[in-house]
């Protein structure tokens, strides 16, 4: 299968930067929304990106035109039926995800991919809602997805191997590391991952050690680049929460159970960076 066009649905952190690698990679790229003045940002912000990059003289001008030019915004789901392959990165919810997959459904050519940057939802599932399940797949990119070298190929029950083969070849010509995983709640990175950050906030909650001492202690003595509660702070502390009641309430057991104390802050509104404090402070 040739592809041409990607379309991306939803413009927010994740949409704007898959955008970007796609268009960089001189794909006819279509952005959509539900709004017009979420798709302004987005490209606001893209081309503020990209002139960063053109004054370290990391891109050149010309290249920072052709990405943007490669770039069409929409509102309208229907411009779907030009697309190839589309990669819907709206917001985590179901409800809103099925509406997208049961839209695109309806209007995507038969031979395009329909495919998801969900972090916790079943792809199973969201293939329910096609009459295209084998068609349908995850494709989990990681935050910055300019930056960032993995892309989690997710495989659904239903999705068959000719799909699986195209999404791998798709994310290694955007540049990035395909690997292959089976649907399970969590996918591999966050089902590692998130219980480690929660096993660090139980460990400051006990008393075990300081927040800055638990980050010291995987930094040095596991090698981790960043601490885990730094993490947390940086991944958002309502999204670990999130992703730890999916593991909990999916793979039913009770070694999943979120850390009380993440709980708490979480209630605080202490999520983390983007609200400049979590287990730490932060200016803003
Ligand atoms: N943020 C991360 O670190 C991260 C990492 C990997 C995967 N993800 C996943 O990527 C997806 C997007 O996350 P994000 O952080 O970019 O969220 P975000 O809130 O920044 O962006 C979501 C965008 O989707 C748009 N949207 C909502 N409903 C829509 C609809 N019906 N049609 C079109 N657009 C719609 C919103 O307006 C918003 O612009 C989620 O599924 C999330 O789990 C996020």
């Known amino acids: 299968m040739q592809v041409k066009t990607i379309m991306i649905v939803g413009a927010g952190q994740m949409g704007s930067g ?3 690698v796609a268009a960089q990679a001189d794909f006819k790229v279509i952005l959509a929304d539900i ?7 987005a ?19 010309e290249a920072k035109e ?7 915004p929409t509102i309208d789901l229907d411009v779907a039926a030009t697309a190839d392959f589309i990669i819907e990165a709206a917001t985590e919810n179901l409800e809103v995800k099925k ?31 096609t009459k295209r399940p084998a068609s349908v797949i ?12 993995l892309v989690e190929v997710v495989k659904g029950l239903a999705t068959s191997n000719e799909v699986v083969k195209h999404t791998k070849q798709l994310a290694e010509i955007l540049g990035k590391t395909p690997v292959e995983i089976n649907d399970a709640p969590g996918f591999a990175v966050n089902r590692m991952l998130i219980p480690m950050i929660n096993e660090a906030v139980f460990c400051l909650m006990e008393g075990v050690a300081t927040a ?28 670990c929460l999130s992703i730890m009641e999916v593991l909990h309430r999916d793979l039913g057991d009770d070694k999943y159970r979120p850390c009380p104390l993440l709980r ?12 400049g404090r979590g287990f730490y402070t932060y200016d803003r």
């Open 138 to 149: 995850g494709m989990h990119f990681f935050n910055p997805v300019p930056l960032m070298q």
């Open 66 to 72: 052709r990405i943007l030019a490669n770039i069409t």
């Open 264 to 275: 708490q802050m979480v209630a605080a509104g202490y999520l983390g960076r983007k609200v």
């Open 212 to 239: 800055e001492a638990i980050d010291t202690t995987m930094r040095l003595g596991a090698n981790h680049p960043m601490g885990p509660l730094a993490l947390a702070d940086l991944v958002g502390l309502d999204v």
């Open 99 to 129: 509406g997208i997959f049961i839209e695109l459904d309806q209007v995507a050519p038969t031979h395009a991919i329909l495919a998801s940057n969900t972090s916790s939802i079943s792809i199973t599932k969201l293939a329910s809602y």
């Open 18 to 20: 898959i955008a970007q």
């Open 43 to 61: 490209l606001e912000g893209l081309k503020r990106q990209l002139e960063r990059n053109v004054e370290r003289g990391r891109l050149s001008a």
């Open 35 to 41: 709004n017009e003045q979420y798709l302004s940002r």
